[in-house]
């Protein structure tokens, strides 16, 4: 069942079996602020479970673009549009959150996100690949972040 993400009031709902689910929670709701604040829109999310399609639209994608394949379980996603970009996400139980931005109507303005929570490894799949630059959120700590421009038509 979706839900809307609370950004005032951070629980770990649905995401209790992370090592880093406080840490987790607050970068997901850091995402709900977010999209609160620039586009008023309410950022819901599913249980992984419940939206296999979402999941699979992600890993066809890392997996065609850049090889790609992560070994952490997917806990939560969520997939809307707002204006002309469709946005799907990925919250794994390591910590790590992956959001796929593809703008409609303009093919150079696609990409993948990665976004590591505070307290977490980077995953190996991603090591050496990626530099990650550090941003401070009152919600999140410290998030550290990288990004690659998708390619393909999806």
Known sequence: MPYAVDF???S???LESSPVQEALAGLRANEARYFMNKYKHEFTVTP??????????VNRILKEERGIEFAA???ETSHFQVENIQWSFVFYEDGLAVNVMYKVDDPKKRAVGFKLSEGMDIPTELEGKFKFARQKSKLAGTIRG????IKGEY
Request: positive net charge; glycine residues 4%.
């Open 8 to 10: 005032k009031q951070v």
């Open 12 to 14: 770990t709902s649905g």
């Open 48 to 57: 992984a479970a419940e939206s296999q399609e979402t999941i699979r639209l």
């Open 73 to 75: 379980k997917p806990l």
């Open 146 to 149: 990288s990004f690659f421009v």
